[in-house]
T-cell receptor
Framework: SQQGEEDPQALSIQEGENATMNCSYK?????LQWYRQNSGRGLVHLIL?????REKHSGRLRVTLDTSKKSSSLLITASRAADTASYFC?????????????FGGGTRLMVKP | KAGVTQTPRYLIKTRGQQVTLSCSPISGHRSVSWYQQTPGQGLQFLFE???????NKGNFPGRFSGRQFSNSRSEMNVSTLELGDSALYLCASSGSFETQYFGPGTRLLVL
């Protein structure tokens, strides 16, 4: 079963615009991670935010985490056609003894040139 | 460092057969996890191995099994294949309790 729900399921924007994706989850977490997947290939790790962090930046990416609302958002600024992909949030539950990520359903982002 | 590698990349099997998929983690990583991705169920955790021991297990039937060798390479096996086992199988390795690095996946088609 999936812990998270992502919103929207699909997003289409023009190159240069910002893209915001949201993720909600159900249980307490150690950390939340965002991944990108191009055309059914492997997942590429984008950013990890720990439960005691509220915001994190990496290049054009900005992630926020609100543990009281059990939600996170991923903002991609100044989007490029190469950002076209599916984006997934994944949570690592607080009581995990090891690595066991629970993924959301993903957001399909299309950036039009 | 070389990334996570998975073999084979594509596989076609028929119902009732069994299949073995292989994963070589990033050098130095001792944790290997397996995930199944399907259009209907999304990405689901199968199991995780650490130092040759299964440390976590997802909610999959016993037909799905795995193992890890002393060099951290891992294999997963699916016996008595069903049509619903058609999926992209992803392997990920980790050197810590945090970031997982994924391989390109093995796409399995069961006919």
């Amino acid at each position: 079963s999936q812990q998270g729900e992502e919103d929207p399921q699909a997003l289409s924007i023009q190159e240069g615009e910002n893209a915001t994706m949201n993720c909600s989850y159900k249980t307490s977490i150690n950390n939340l991670q965002w991944y990108r997947q191009n055309s059914g290939r492997g997942l590429v790790h984008l950013i990890l935010i720990r439960s005691n962090e509220r915001e994190k930046h990496s290049g054009r990416l900005r992630v926020t985490l609100d543990t009281s609302k059990k939600s996170s958002s991923l903002l991609i600024t100044a989007s490029r056609a190469a950002d076209t992909a599916s984006y997934f949030c994944a949570t690592d539950a607080w009581n995990n003894a090891g690595n066991m990520l629970t993924f959301g359903g993903g957001t399909r982002l299309m950036v039009k040139p | 460092k070389a990334g996570v590698t998975q073999t084979p990349r594509y596989l076609i099997k028929t119902r009732g057969q069994q299949v073995t998929l292989s994963c070589s983690p990033i050098s130095g990583h001792r944790s290997v996890s397996w995930y199944q991705q399907t259009p209907g169920q999304g990405l689901q955790f199968l199991f995780e191995y650490f130092s040759e021991t299964q440390r976590n297990k997802g909610n999959f039937p016993g037909r799905f099994s795995g193992r890890q060798f002393s060099n951290s390479r891992s294999e997963m096996n699916v016996s008595t294949l069903e049509l619903g086992d058609s999926a992209l199988y992803l392997c990920a390795s980790s050197g810590s309790f945090e970031t997982q690095y994924f391989g390109p996946g093995t796409r399995l088609l069961v006919l």
